[in-house]
């Protein structure tokens, strides 16, 4: 049986017409949520752009990345907060893993907020090792910044994921 007969989640690539879902998610799960414009840059560019929906059609998550040299970097990756807990982040960054190793890239980078407990706990699990500090990178409250966290896990055979 199929993963769609199942009924599990599929991954769609993010068209202009999800973008109202996932503005909605954006603006629910982060203070300092993405624009739209981030978004429609994102696909123009021709970024990986994935959306993970529901066989009802709910949009659960998406995420976007961009390709280097022998390398991809995630730039967002977001469950709706109603749906996290339920390993969907957890597929959507094994579905970059996927497509990245069919790249050819070595690694993957990313960059995280370092009170996200959650997350951290998550890309620890997956094999990312934390490589260096962006000082100032992400807004905070009342003006402030926080630093950011930048971690790569290497894309070696038989590596976490």
Same mark, same amino acid.
């Given at each position: 049986?199929?993963?769609?007969?199942?009924?599990?989640?599929?991954?769609?690539?993010?068209?202009?017409?999800?973008?109202?879902?996932?503005?909605?998610?954006?603006?629910?799960?982060?203070?300092?949520?993405?624009? $739209?414009?981030?978004?429609?840059?994102?696909?123009?560019?021709?970024?990986?752009?994935?959306?993970?929906?529901?066989?009802?059609?709910?949009?659960?998550?998406?995420?976007?990345?961009?390709?280097?040299?022998?390398?991809?970097?995630?730039?967002?990756?977001?469950?709706?907060?109603?749906?996290?807990?339920?390993?969907?982040?957890?597929?959507?960054?094994?579905?970059?893993?996927?497509?990245?190793?069919?790249?050819?890239?070595?690694?993957?980078?990313?960059?995280?907020?370092?009170?996200?407990?959650?997350?951290?706990?998550?890309?620890?699990?997956?094999?990312?090792?934390?490589?260096?500090? $962006?000082?100032?990178?992400?807004?905070?409250?009342?003006?402030? $910044?926080?630093?950011?966290?930048?971690?790569?896990?290497?894309?070696?055979?038989?590596?976490?994921?």
């Amino acid at each position: 049986m199929s993963a769609a007969m199942a009924g599990d989640p599929v991954l769609l690539p993010m068209g202009v017409q999800l973008l109202d879902a996932v503005m909605a998610i954006e603006v629910r799960a982060y203070p300092f949520p993405w624009s $739209r414009g981030n978004f429609v840059d994102s696909i123009a560019a021709g970024y990986l752009t994935r959306c993970l929906v529901s066989p009802e059609g709910e949009l659960l998550g998406y995420l976007v990345a961009m390709s280097g040299f022998r390398e991809w970097h995630l730039l967002n990756v977001t469950v709706a907060p109603e749906h996290q807990g339920r390993g969907l982040a957890r597929r959507l960054m094994q579905a970059l893993r996927e497509h990245a190793l069919a790249d050819g890239a070595e690694c993957l980078w990313l960059e995280v907020r370092p009170s996200n407990t959650r997350a951290r706990a998550l890309y620890e699990r997956l094999g990312y090792a934390s490589v260096g500090v $962006r000082r100032d990178y992400y807004p905070d409250a009342g003006g402030r $910044r926080e630093d950011a966290l930048v971690l790569c896990c290497e894309l070696a055979a038989g590596a976490a994921g």
